[in-house]
């Protein structure tokens, strides 16, 4: 997964620019952002904290890899299993 290049308080900051009544357009060119990565921060994030915001991270990050050792863990089940059936 790619890391993206703005930290959690800068996230949340450009939220809050867009929140306080500038537009959105505008908000996007002085961060260097799409449009349509300010409004999947904005569905993802609005109204979170800073801890919430890091909580939620770390969160993604494990399932990520709790994900991956599932896939390995069924994968090498599935090649033990067609190597007894081989045997029997």
């Not at 939220?15 to 349509?36: D, F, I, N, Q, Y």
């Amino acid at each position: 997964m790619r890391k993206s290049r703005f930290t959690e308080a800068q996230i949340l900051a450009v939220l809050r620019e867009g929140e306080a009544g500038m537009p959105v357009a505008e908000v996007c060119r002085k961060h260097g952002l799409s449009t349509a990565t300010y409004y999947q921060w904005k569905s993802k994030y609005a109204g979170m904290s800073a801890n919430e915001l890091k909580k939620v991270k770390e969160l993604e990050a494990e399932n990520a890899r709790l994900k991956r050792m599932y896939a390995e863990l069924a994968l090498e089940n599935a090649a033990i299993k067609d190597v007894l059936s081989r045997k029997l």
